[in-house]
């Protein structure tokens, strides 16, 4: 192998959070080198949002993300906001809508923010090697070194920013656990999040629903979440979906509330209103017809309302505002959008993201143990902690 070359930063990882990171730290003067093994940098962003990048969220705050420290998040997010991000994006020239529930969009193509970042790159004169397979890392006398694609580099610092196991097929990988190990560092137990739910087969009359989506709260715990939830062919999916399976662990049921904008005692009211009315009538009007077949089939009641006792519709009504389904595991990081757990908070500085016990070496974006909501979070969560470790370096 050929002599180290030397560098102050180098970034493991050209995602979001890897990005924006070289490009923060290289404006300010710092030699920094990105290394990643995929052939191409930003992978990930390129496919987000429908291949329009959901970049950020004008809600973003931290009660909207899960770690084993809620309060994790505070000092980073409130440095670098969803505004702060947005006015890079004006300076860019990149065109942006904003869709539901504060949710923000390009316009165009989610290549524009890949251009930006390597924009930005390059005017930190920010080195950039994909297709460069990490072979070894270690650390010594204050300096990190990296063997990577046949060449060797040493700097002071080290940015972990490989991301979570979530979608493999673009090549995530564990391998910001496993080096965070080597360096003695917990990490807390990763698992799928904003993910498909998978439904057991004794839940399998719902699974003849698959392509039927309608408006829901999922709740699980003490979570809520007010949006579409979709029937597919294993299970359960859409966006209430996605949310509540950050929250959900193995063993727990979910309740689906599938009439959210009724009443307590709507039923009894319609049964007054329109005794010669069905449930399986009274249904359709709210929900897709292939749903209310199959909760009428479920609930088994047929016949007027008129002629159904008042326990017995208000049982119905009940489960139809809380109906439970018992998933039997997920659609797996394959399916993921990202990952919960990660780099344990406990062993960084909410700060700076370095690593207390091993100076000079940080963690950010999703390879730390915080999972934003759905709708542009963990892109917001990457950029504010990529810029709190830059600040730092």
């Not at 839940?203 to 007010?226: H, M, N, Q």
């Not at 049982?315 to 394959?334: D, I």
Request: glycine letters at 12%; proline letters at 4%.
């Amino acid at each position: 192998m050929d002599q180290a070359a030397e560098f102050d930063v180098i970034v493991l990882g050209a995602g979001a959070a890897g990005l924006m990171c070289a490009a923060r730290a290289g404006q300010v003067g710092q030699r920094v080198l990105v290394v990643d093994h995929a052939d191409e940098p930003g992978r990930k962003i390129l496919i987000s949002g429908g291949g329009r990048c959901n970049f950020t969220n004008i809600h973003a705050a931290p009660d909207r993300y899960l770690s084993q420290n809620p309060h994790f998040v505070r000092s980073a997010l409130s440095r670098y906001g969803a505004q702060d991000f947005l006015e890079l994006v004006e300076r860019h020239g990149i065109a942006w809508h904003e869709k539901t529930l504060g949710q923000l969009f390009c316009d165009g193509s989610a290549r524009q923010i890949l251009a930006m970042l390597l924009d930005e790159c390059a005017q930190g004169q920010v080195e950039i090697a994909c297709g460069a397979p990490i072979t070894d890392v270690t650390h010594a006398d204050a300096q990190f070194r990296v063997a990577f694609g046949g060449r060797v580099a040493r700097a002071r610092a080290l940015v972990i920013a490989t991301g979570g196991p979530s979608i493999p097929k673009l090549g995530a990988t564990g391998f910001a656990y496993d080096l965070a190990r080597r360096f003695g560092l917990k990490v807390v137990q990763p698992r799928p999040a904003l993910v498909p739910l998978t439904l057991p087969g004794d839940e399998a009359l719902f699974r003849g629903l698959a392509g039927v989506a309608s408006p829901v709260i999922a709740r699980c715990g003490k979570a809520s979440f007010r949006e579409a939830a979709l029937f597919t062919h294993r299970g359960l999916s859409g966006p209430a979906i996605l949310q509540i399976s950050s929250y959900w662990q193995n063993g727990e049921a979910i309740g689906i509330d599938f009439l959210p904008d009724e009443a307590e005692g709507w039923l009894l009211a319609m049964k007054r209103e329109q005794p010669r009315a069905s449930l399986r009538k009274v249904l359709s009007a709210r929900l897709p017809d292939r749903l209310a077949d199959a909760l009428c089939e479920r609930l088994g009641m047929t016949g007027d309302l008129g002629n159904l006792s008042d326990r017995v519709l208000s049982a119905a009504a009940a489960r139809l505002s809380g109906w439970l389904f018992h998933p039997n595991g997920s659609e797996g990081f394959a399916k993921a959008e990202v990952t919960v757990g990660g780099i344990s908070t406990a062993e960084l500085s909410s700060k700076t993201m370095e690593a207390k016990r091993v100076p000079g070496l940080f963690a950010i974006g999703e390879a730390v143990d915080v999972t934003g909501w759905l709708g542009g979070y963990n892109f917001q969560w990457a950029w504010a902690s990529a810029v709190a470790a830059a600040q730092a370096i």
